[in-house]
Nanobody
Framework: QVTLVESGGALVQAGESLRLSCAASRSIRNIASMAWHRQAPGKQREFVAAFTSDGSTNYAVSVEGRFTISRDDARNMVYLQMNSLKPEDTAVYYC?????????WGQGTQVTVSS
């Protein structure tokens, strides 16, 4: 089992940066995939960025070049650095882990970008 806790969400102005953190309850070295998703009001949850099982990274087209996913295996942490934020990035951001054929989600952290 994996417990995920996100933090770092805030209200920011367009163009500013923010870093989200996801703390995992177990070693992320053993987790096949770690990812960030987001859900805007009235919309479905969507993929943002991920580490795959081979260690490579994937990004949604809408965030590529602005967002960077990173990890600290020693601290069991995954981060999402978000630069050049836009109002359309406003959403609840969720950390997701795929471990032993199960998907685990954190509780989410709110990011609001004002214009």
């Amino acid at each position: 089992q994996v417990t995920l806790v996100e933090s770092g969400g805030a209200l920011v102005q367009a163009g500013e940066s923010l870093r989200l953190s996801c703390a995992a309850s177990r070693s992320i070295r053993n987790i096949a995939s770690m990812a960030w998703h987001r859900q805007a009001p009235g919309k479905q949850r969507e993929f943002v960025a991920a580490f795959t099982s081979d260690g490579s990274t994937n990004y949604a087209v809408s965030v590529e070049g602005r967002f960077t996913i990173s990890r600290d295996d020693a601290r069991n942490m995954v981060y999402l650095q978000m630069n050049s934020l836009k109002p359309e990035d406003t959403a609840v951001y969720y950390c997701r882990a795929f471990f032993q054929l199960k998907v685990y989600w954190g509780q989410g952290t709110q990011v609001t970008v004002s214009s």
